[in-house]
């Protein structure tokens, strides 16, 4: 195997991923218990840009590992935080997400970082890069969906 086989099996995770979330209505589920005003345009516009993260990160795996590291970084932290975590915090209501989260982001985020590290591609301080980037990347749809209705951000037309 290679960081660049695991890059696109990221990839093809994150499109099962995307799938699922919007069959089961990630969308209601975000309303009621993470509290995201989130719409379904929102939904297609940031899965729209993972996969193009996915393909550029996959594309540039040989010349840039830390990419794979970052989007290896964001599934397992979309996986755990966005999934499995509230699946416990709410005692067990499902999370649109949370199969392909627990079946395929951990462990192939697992088997990604490790696969770096013991190729020589990723020291610790590299995997904590990754996973910060991850977490960066997963902030700014979470942050541009809490700003856009703010008076400063809204692009409502000025009365004439």
């Given at each position: 195997m290679t960081l660049e086989a695991f890059a696109w099996l990221?990839?093809?995770a994150y499109a099962?991923?995307?799938?699922?979330?919007?069959?089961l209505d990630w969308r209601n589920w975000s309303r009621a218990i993470l509290g995201l005003p989130v719409e379904w345009s929102?939904?297609?516009?940031?899965?729209?840009?993972?996969?193009?993260?996915?393909i550029a990160q996959a594309m540039l795996a040989r010349t840039l590992p830390i990419a794979v590291l970052a989007y290896t970084g964001l599934m397992l932290i979309?996986?755990?935080f966005m999934h499995v975590m509230p699946v416990i915090r709410t005692r067990g209501r499902f999370s649109p997400g949370v199969i392909t989260a627990v079946v395929f982001f951990l462990p192939l985020g697992?088997?990604?970082?490790?696969?770096?590290?013991e190729s020589g591609l990723a020291d610790a301080w590299t995997v904590v890069t990754g996973l910060v980037l991850g977490a960066l990347i997963l902030a700014f749809p979470i942050g541009m969906l809490l700003i856009k209705s703010k008076p400063y951000f809204r692009q409502d037309p000025t009365p004439v």
């Open positions: 990221g990839m093809a099962a991923h995307a799938l699922e979330e919007y069959t929102d939904f297609y516009v940031t899965n729209a840009v993972v996969v193009v993260l996915g979309n996986g755990f697992i088997a990604t970082y490790r696969f770096a590290i």
